[in-house]
Antibody, heavy 122, light 106 residues
Framework: QVQLKQWGAGLLKPSETLSLTCAVY????????WSWIRQPPGKGLEWIGE???????NYKPSLKSRVTISVDTSKNQFSLKLTSVTAADTAVYFC????????????????WGQGTLVTVSS | DIQMTQSPSSLSASVGDRVTITCRAS??????LNWYQQKPGKAPRLLIY???SLQSGVPSRFSGRGSGTDFTLTISSLQPEDFATYYC?????????FGGGTKVEI
């Protein structure tokens, strides 16, 4: 059974860089797209971007200038970096596996990581 | 972006009730619509993908239907563990988007 475990710094100051890593256990890493999704406190879900094992990425356009998703296939891990954070980036960040055909249409997420609360505050 | 609008945003129901949640897309998304359940402090859980396919392990009281722009998630007989927030998600566009959520409470 595939499990995703994530970690990273939970408290940042404005203008700093958010950095999170997600490790995949118990299943294939190579056959899927891997996503980051966030959820501001009390609000809905926002897809940030995705990567596959070969490093091909897709980002939400409004975040693209600040986001980098990278992959380390030797460790079955993928990472998120978000630069120049502000209070608006305060959220629980989730990693998730994309199923279906995430290169075009038909993409859904299962399983998800446990979530990491990232708070941006001076 | 394809906007996903869920209604209602919240509802009150009792154990045993039949509950239906609606999700409307701002443009036609064919059958690229998925549903998730989220409980407080937890990650979302996939319930249904591609409109009506039940994820493994999900009880059969959950069902989905729809096409084009209008979709529904139905819980045929609400159980205590079903009180949660439900989200729809479209994947017609490579910019994946979620609905705002529907909170099902007592």
């Amino acid at each position: 059974q595939v499990q995703l475990k994530q970690w990273g710094a939970g408290l940042l100051k404005p203008s700093e860089t958010l950095s999170l890593t997600c490790a995949v256990y118990g299943g294939s890493f190579s056959n899927y797209y891997w996503s980051w999704i966030r959820q501001p406190p009390g609000k809905g879900l926002e897809w940030i971007g995705e990567i596959n094992h070969s490093g091909s990425t897709n980002y939400k356009p409004s975040l693209k200038s600040r986001v980098t998703i990278s992959v380390d296939t030797s460790k079955n891990q993928f990472s998120l970096k978000l630069t120049s954070v502000t209070a608006a980036d305060t959220a629980v960040y989730f990693c998730a596996r994309g199923l279906g055909n995430c290169t075009s249409t038909s993409c859904w997420f299962d399983p998800w990581g446990q979530g990491t609360l990232v708070t941006v505050s001076s | 972006d394809i906007q996903m609008t869920q209604s209602p945003s919240s509802l009150s129901a009792s154990v045993g009730d039949r509950v239906t949640i609606t999700c409307r897309a701002s443009q036609r998304i064919s059958s690229y619509l998925n549903w998730y359940q989220q409980k407080p402090g937890k990650a979302p859980r996939l319930l249904i993908y591609a409109v009506s396919s039940l994820q493994s392990g999900v009880p059969s009281r959950f069902s989905g239907r729809g096409s084009g722009t209008d979709f529904t998630l139905t819980i045929s007989s609400l159980q205590p563990e079903d009180f949660a927030t439900y989200y729809c998600q479209q994947s017609y566009s490579t910019l994946l988007t979620f609905g705002g959520g529907t909170k099902v409470e007592i």
